[in-house]
């Protein structure tokens, strides 16, 4: 009678437990669907997630944009975001990316279950939800959810092979995901070859006792391969047409060694907008220095420090801050991977084999990200769905060594202390999402409070000048950014930011304003939007004082300010 009772109080705290974990899920989703529901503002999506879609739909068809080197990255989801753009709606996008990131956490759920159980695979859930880093990407315009949800389930598909007697069916499976891995962002790359990697040596190093068995692994290795990047096929046949290199800008020097720079689309890149590449439009680094002398340099890092990098990424997360990988993890994420191997002998064949390749996995994905280049969260974002399995594990087999070692009021005091450690650091996650809250104000925006265009303004400065130009500035007007940041999605009108060519380079040649102004002219650049602060800063460290005063004759004599808001300027070329 006690042993029944004993049982269905258990049971009771378990469906419990299960309620409030299905509470949280449901919670986290509905702010996010809360949260994502503004106008969006990001950075990459309005220079490029949402600005090409735009393009395509206005040309009528994909078409080469040599300027923009982005234009020529895999962009598997970024058409899917046309169809909403198509139709006038560009907050869709948003839910469109968050889809990625549940169907990610589906695969988690599914393969947690099947190998702990249903609490587990809930708890995996909330912590991967509600990761600071998953919680900004989903309520952002990006990719790198679907470059997530991809890599995981091939990496998850690539588990059935291994288990089901190494059918191909599975095989052929994971290596689709693969290849809609590499077709989504070029990110993809490191986990195409760690995949084929992983297809040959987990083959090879079987206990099946089969002929020529090294010889059938590299057959499965090229298979897999061969049917990934058949998959991601079109994107390297659009780059091989108009490049002659099938993953450019990625490792040109080895497709175009004897292309000139004047030919090749990387040169007008070049020549972008030097304050591009960083979302507080401040070029932290040089392309001269590398990632490790930009730290040490500009961030006044210790070498200690940049070694510990692939470690301060779990501690030391900030949003928009470069300096702090412009993103967040949890502690979580370290700490319980680690306890994942504490018992893995008593593990089965099959799990045990599971968590080597998801370790593996993880820290490689992370070690590349660290060595190739300036180290940002997102980066790492295939790690993420393992490292969140690998915690699970780790969590679960430190319950069963607090059972099994000790007794009586040790044991509880014990379980008492994990379950309230992890309950602890799952609160950061609910406090970030809180700030989001704040910082997003999405409320605001939806009752109406704050107009579409006063919140954009509100994150994007730019966009008051850039909204007086589409009222204004001819149809057939192209307008000169000059650090803007690129952002051109909320621009009606043509706009380029190539003002080195028209302004440094000519300047630093002694051009004469009426020289500028003439190639300005020809160029068909009816108007410049400039912001103020930057661009004062960068003539005085680029420019002399005579060049200086040429440049203040060029905008004094040959131009009218016509708009001016938010420390940004429209200018108006005066007819020649």
């Not at 159980?117 to 859930?125: E, F």
């Not at 018992?343 to 820290?363: A, G, H, M, P, W």
Request: proline fraction near 4%; glycine fraction near 6%; include cysteine.
């Amino acid at each position: 009678m006690l042993n029944v009772s004993t049982s269905h109080n258990t049971l009771q705290m378990t469906f419990g437990i299960k309620a409030v974990l299905v509470g949280l899920v449901a919670l986290i989703v509905v702010s996010v669907v809360i949260l994502a529901y503004v106008p969006p503002v990001s950075r990459d999506a309005l220079i490029h997630h949402l600005a090409l879609p735009k393009l395509y739909l206005k040309h009528g068809g994909i078409y080469e944009i040599p300027a923009a080197q982005f234009s020529y990255y895999p962009m598997n989801l970024d058409l899917l975001y046309m169809i909403p753009l198509y139709f006038g709606n560009d907050i869709i996008p948003k839910y469109i990316h968050f889809v990625f990131a549940l169907l990610t956490a589906i695969f988690i759920f599914r393969y947690l279950r099947c190998r702990l159980d249903d609490v587990y695979a809930l708890l995996g859930v909330v912590l991967f939800l509600s990761l600071p880093v998953i919680v900004k990407l989903s309520i952002t315009v990006y990719v790198d959810l679907g470059l997530t949800f991809f890599s995981a389930a091939a990496l998850f598909y690539l588990f059935k092979w291994m288990n089901n007697n190494y059918t191909l069916k599975h095989l052929l499976v994971s290596a689709v995901w693969c290849g809609l891995c590499l077709g989504t962002k070029y990110n993809g790359l490191i986990v195409f070859f760690l995949l084929t990697l992983f297809v040959i040596l987990i083959f090879a190093k079987s206990s099946e006792n089969i002929v020529n068995k090294q010889s059938k692994a590299i057959g499965f290795g090229v298979t897999f391969m061969l049917v990934a990047l058949i998959v991601f096929s079109p994107w390297a046949i659009k780059n091989y047409i108009w490049t002659g290199n099938p993953v450019y800008p990625l490792y040109d020097s080895w497709f175009n060694s004897k292309k000139t720079e004047a030919g090749n689309p990387k040169a007008a890149e070049k020549t972008a907008d030097p304050f591009e590449n960083s979302r507080t439009d401040v070029n932290l680094s040089s392309g001269d220095w590398g990632h490790f002398t930009t730290r040490k340099i500009v961030f006044k890092e210790k070498w200690w420090e940049i070694i510990l990098i692939p470690i301060r990424i779990f501690f030391q997360g900030k949003d928009d801050n470069p300096q702090y990988f412009d993103g967040k993890l949890n502690p979580l994420l370290f700490v319980l991977p680690i306890l994942a191997f504490l018992r893995i002998k008593k593990n089965s064949l099959e799990v045990r084999n599971e968590k080597k390749v998801l370790i593996s996995f993880s820290v490689l994905i992370i070690l590349y990200a660290f060595v190739q280049t300036d180290m940002r969260i997102r980066y790492i974002s295939p790690a993420i769905p393992p490292l969140v399995v690998l915690s699970m594990f780790g969590l679960n087999d430190l319950m069963i060594i607090l059972r099994n070692r000790f007794s009586g009021n040790t044991r509880k005091i014990g379980l008492a202390a994990v379950c309230l450690s992890v309950s602890i650091l799952l609160c950061l996650n609910a406090l970030y999402l809180f700030h989001q809250f704040r910082y997003v104000s999405p409320l605001n925006f939806i009752s109406g409070r704050v107009a579409r265009d006063a919140y954009i303004e509100q994150y994007r400065p730019e966009y008051a000048a850039i909204q007086f130009a589409n009222k204004e500035v001819p149809d057939n007007g192209i307008i000169l950014g000059i650090f803007v940041g690129g952002r051109s999605y909320y621009s009606n009108r043509e706009m380029v930011f190539d003002f080195k060519k028209f302004l440094l380079d000519t300047f630093q040649q002694n051009f004469s304003a009426e020289q500028v102004t003439a190639n300005l002219s020809d160029a068909g650049i009816t108007h410049l939007i400039v912001r103020y602060d930057l661009f004062n800063q960068w003539a005085e460290n680029n420019f002399d004082d005579n060049q200086q005063k040429n440049m203040a004759q060029l905008f004094n004599t040959h131009m009218d300010l016509v708009f001016s808001k938010g420390g940004h300027g429209v200018f108006q070329l005066r007819t020649i």
